[in-house]
């Protein structure tokens, strides 16, 4: 059984979900661990809201907009790094993380840590050997504190290094796997924004393809974007490839509202949330159908 979401916090996914006529199964939140806050909460509003899944973007840093260029954004910042992780410094944090989980009534919490670690954009990312030690640390401890209902989510960038074609980037990916035994899902962004427009939904589908048989594992789609201009073909694009395409299964997919793109607070009017599926019936006769695929088949 899959599931689809879509790119909010839980408290507003009734309102996309009511303006489209879509069900979702899950909302999404960025957590950052400098805000060292218990997730019992958020997780309890998702239940209370239908939703039976949350994915749960958690990053050890404090957090610096991706407007900052890149070499301010992966500088490592004191007391985040993967060797305070190891070393134990954040261990009350994550049990305390761990307690949550297991606690909680939703089925699955998916935890996308540290993602992005293969760019030059995440201060996780400079040490592959200290990345996969803290990242089995942090695995660890989670199970020890009883949270069987995480599942790890392990999520490189899939447009990093630029130009390099799908065996290039695979194999600097995976000088970050933790190994199967650390790991339920590979995560992979079908994002097609316009600085990017070279690329397409084939080159991703075949880094997706690329990585579920290298790692194998089945794959989530974290976030979906489509490009500003004709959505058309990228949905269609991404429909075949969701309806015709066995491998990699796709076990879940998350929608990625064009209004978040722009940086715009979550809670705005669902015109502003919905317009790109609402505005285009055929878009949004492909959204629908992608997502009763998942939901429905687990494909």
Not at 95 to 107: S, W
Not at 206 to 218: D, H, M, T, W
Request: hydrophobic content about 40%; aromatic content about 12%.
């Amino acid at each position: 059984m899959g599931f689809f979401g879509i790119d909010l916090p839980p408290r507003d996914v009734p309102l996309w979900q009511e303006a489209t006529g879509i069900g979702v199964d899950a909302g999404h939140i960025t957590e950052t661990w400098d805000a060292n806050r218990e997730l019992d909460e958020v997780l309890d509003e998702a239940y209370q809201l239908n939703q039976s899944s949350i994915l749960i973007t958690w990053e050890p840093w404090i957090y610096v907009p991706p407007t900052m260029p890149a070499a301010i954004r992966a500088r490592v910042q004191p007391r985040w790094t993967c060797g305070d992780i190891v070393a134990g410094d954040h261990d009350r944090y994550i049990k305390t993380v761990a307690r949550n989980i297991r606690d909680c009534q939703l089925e699955n919490v998916y935890l996308r840590m540290m993602p992005y670690f293969n760019s030059n954009t995440r201060p996780w990312g400079h040490d592959p050997s200290l990345f996969i030690s803290a990242w089995q640390r942090v695995v660890d401890l989670l199970f020890e504190g009883g949270g069987d209902k995480a599942r790890a989510v392990w999520a490189p960038d899939a447009r990093f290094p630029k130009h390099s074609s799908p065996a290039v980037w695979a194999q600097h990916a995976l000088t970050y796997w933790p190994g199967g035994g650390y790991v339920d899902f590979a995560g992979v962004d079908v994002a097609r924004h316009d600085h990017y427009s070279e690329t397409t939904v084939a080159d991703l589908y075949s880094q997706a393809r690329l990585l579920g048989s290298l790692v194998n594992e089945p794959v989530i789609i974290t976030g979906v974007q489509a490009p500003w201009g004709d959505r058309r073909p990228f949905y269609d694009g991404l429909a075949g490839w969701i309806h015709n395409e066995p491998y990699p299964p796709i076990r879940g997919m998350f929608l990625q509202p064009p209004a978040l793109a722009l940086g715009e607070d979550s809670a705005i009017n669902d015109q502003d949330l919905t317009w790109a599926i609402t505005s285009d019936e055929h878009v949004h006769q492909r959204v629908a159908s992608m997502a009763e695929a998942i939901r429905n088949n687990g494909i």
